[in-house]
């Protein structure tokens, strides 16, 4: 079984209320949380200096920190952090002081030392608790050589950000099994450029740090004050929560007459399968010869000869997505009408792919089955207010084409709301993140203005599930697109964000 060198953080301050606070700021002086796996390795590169009393240069721990900064970037569990909404100001002493007490020493007795304004926002913890995880490999016996030396060094940790975020550190070695019962919310690495963006430690790390101490005690000589470099032997890559949704790539167009004369418009309930069918065909006569392998899989959904995709990669494909315009209406709000535009998303980690159709699909028609040119596609821009309506972020969305139910509910409130639930983690949103669903809800008479009833939208043949409306509120906000059923991949089950 797979073990982890486990190093914990336990906040001790809070305002009295049972909540720890944490006041480390990152990139830009924005609130920190969970704090950096860097920032860790700084706190216990400097607790082993104190616990070995090596004031000038580290030599007891070197060895097993040099280990610990080669690991791979730790995964990260720690309690939820709620940034605060109330500024607080403070003024510190500006780095100027180490050319003041000079002065002073010259008998320049009215220099004073200037301060800064700082504007910070502590973060309020739901717990006290962070755990870094370090992936150990079975046996693993260079780690028996630090595993004291690492452990010491980690309970000697006193303090994690600011001077005020006073902690007690802690090391241990934890099964899998253990790990995953450890309490609060799991962050890992992610390849991607979303998520929350952390600075890990990398080899060479530890020596930057030590040569930057010694730059610091060697400030001030006779040639006067060198200013200290900031420190560049670091890494930042980016975390993510399981709840955190992955917004996918798509490219959007708008459908123009065959002569391009102006907009076409096409009724949603009757016509939203054919769109989609149409813009699949279209999209595949784009994608001939494209470098990704087949197009059966990805561009038409099909695993040979009449088959649909299935299996661990069913998902991997194209989803076609008609979107009904959202219009204005004043105090009316917002009503749902005819069918202009089309956008075509790919699942997360597939931008290449979405970049290709970009390309290659404006001035492509549209043909109906009989041959008849029903359209002509032209690139939409992302700022199109009524596609933001679809790919913006947001806490709750409802349909605008029904939701088919991916499988039989028997009438049954209960089985129906599983199979609602199955669907959204079907449609690419994580377990986690469903079960968090803060309310949930369907019926055949649709949320908006302008939609009809879920039974009367025509459907391709195949898809003879039940179908309904449905309004959805996450605990917090989701990009889209967003479309879950049965019939995900040709316009049905599509949600937009409401306001």
Same mark, same amino acid.
């Given at each position: 079984m797979s073990s982890f060198f486990c190093i914990t953080i336990r906040y001790l301050q809070s305002l009295g209320h049972g909540r720890a606070l944490s006041h480390g700021r990152g990139d830009g002086g924005e609130p920190e949380w969970p704090p950096s796996p860097l920032r860790?390795?700084? @706190?216990?590169?400097?607790? *082993? @200096?104190?616990?070995?009393?090596?004031?000038?240069?580290?030599?007891? #721990?070197?060895?097993?920190?040099?280990?610990?900064?080669?690991?791979?970037?730790?995964?990260?569990?720690? #309690?939820?952090?709620?940034?605060?909404?109330?500024?607080?100001?403070?003024?510190?002493?500006?780095?100027? $002081?180490?050319?003041?007490?000079?002065?002073?020493?010259?008998? !320049?007795?009215?220099?004073? /030392?200037?301060?800064t304004e700082k504007v910070v926002r502590p973060t309020h913890l739901s717990g006290d608790a962070v755990h870094y995880l370090f992936p150990l490999a079975d046996g693993n016996p260079e780690f028996a050589k630090y595993r004291q030396t690492l452990i010491d060094a980690a309970r000697s940790i006193?303090? %994690?950000?600011?001077?005020?975020?006073? /902690?007690a550190g802690? #090391?241990?070695?934890?099964?899998? !099994?253990?790990? *995953?019962?450890?309490?609060? !919310?799991?962050?890992?690495?992610?390849?991607?450029?979303?998520?929350? $963006?952390?600075?890990?430690?990398?080899?060479?790390?530890?020596? #930057? %740090?030590?040569?930057?101490?010694?730059?610091?005690?060697?400030?001030?000589?006779?040639?006067?004050?060198?200013? /200290?470099?900031? %420190?560049? *032997?670091? !890494?930042?890559?980016?975390?993510?929560? $399981?709840?955190?949704?992955?917004?996918?790539?798509? @490219?959007?167009?708008?459908?123009?007459?065959?002569? *391009?004369?102006?907009?076409? @418009?096409?009724?949603?309930?009757?016509?939203?399968?054919? /769109?989609? &069918?149409?813009?699949?065909?279209?999209?595949?006569?784009?994608?001939?010869?494209?470098?990704?392998?087949?197009?059966?899989?990805?561009?038409?959904?099909?695993?040979?000869?009449?088959?649909?995709?299935? &299996?661990?990669?069913?998902?991997?494909?194209?989803?076609?997505?008609?979107l009904?315009?959202?219009?204005?209406?004043?105090?009316?709000?917002n009503h749902v009408g005819a069918i202009r535009r089309v956008l075509v998303t790919a699942p997360p980690g597939f931008q290449d792919r979405i970049d290709w159709i970009r390309r290659r699909l404006p001035g492509q028609e549209l043909v109906a089955p009989d041959g008849e040119v029903t359209g002509l596609l032209n690139l939409l821009p992302t700022s199109d207010w009524v596609l933001t309506r679809y790919t913006k972020s947001a806490h709750v969305w409802s349909t605008v084409t029904p939701v088919v139910w991916p499988g039989h509910d028997d009438r049954d409130a209960r089985k129906a709301k599983a199979i609602l639930r199955k669907a959204f983690v079907q449609g690419g949103l994580a377990p986690e993140l469903v079960a968090g669903i803060e309310e949930l809800d369907w019926r055949t008479v649709g949320f908006r203005a302008g939609v009809d009833l879920a039974h009367r939208y025509q459907r391709p043949d195949h898809m003879n599930g039940r179908a309904y409306?449905?309004?959805v509120r996450f605990p917090h906000p989701v990009p889209g697109p967003l479309a879950v059923g049965a019939g995900r991949y040709r316009g049905f089950g599509l949600f937009a964000a409401e306001d």
């Open positions: 860790v390795f700084q @706190a216990i590169i400097a607790a *082993a @200096a104190g616990r070995w009393n090596e004031r000038t240069r580290l030599n007891h #721990a070197v060895s097993a920190l040099w280990w610990l900064e080669q690991q791979q970037s730790p995964t990260v569990v720690a #309690a939820s952090g709620l940034v605060s909404g109330i500024k607080c100001q403070f003024y510190v002493p500006d780095n100027t $002081a180490d050319l003041v007490v000079p002065a002073w020493s010259r008998g !320049e007795v009215t220099k004073q /030392v200037k301060r006193t303090h %994690l950000g600011w001077g005020v975020d006073m /902690v802690d #090391a241990a070695i934890v099964s899998e !099994e253990e790990a *995953a019962k450890l309490p609060g !919310e799991v962050w890992r690495p992610t390849p991607d450029s979303g998520g929350t $963006a952390l600075r890990v430690p990398i080899t060479g790390t530890l020596n #930057a %740090l030590m040569d930057k101490h010694e730059d610091f005690l060697n400030r001030l000589s006779s040639d006067g004050f060198k200013p /200290v470099p900031p %420190l560049g *032997a670091f !890494e930042v890559i980016h975390y993510r929560r $399981a709840t955190d949704p992955v917004a996918r790539p798509f @490219a959007a167009f708008s459908i123009l007459k065959p002569d *391009a004369s102006g907009n076409r @418009a096409f009724d949603t309930e009757r016509r939203c399968r054919d /769109v989609a &069918g149409w813009i699949r065909h279209a999209t595949g006569s784009a994608c001939e010869g494209w470098p990704f392998g087949s197009i059966e899989g990805f561009v038409h959904g099909h695993d040979g000869p009449d088959k649909q995709l299935k &299996g661990e990669r069913a998902n991997e494909r194209f989803m076609y997505l008609p009904p315009s959202i219009e204005r209406r004043g105090d009316l709000g409306h449905v309004r």
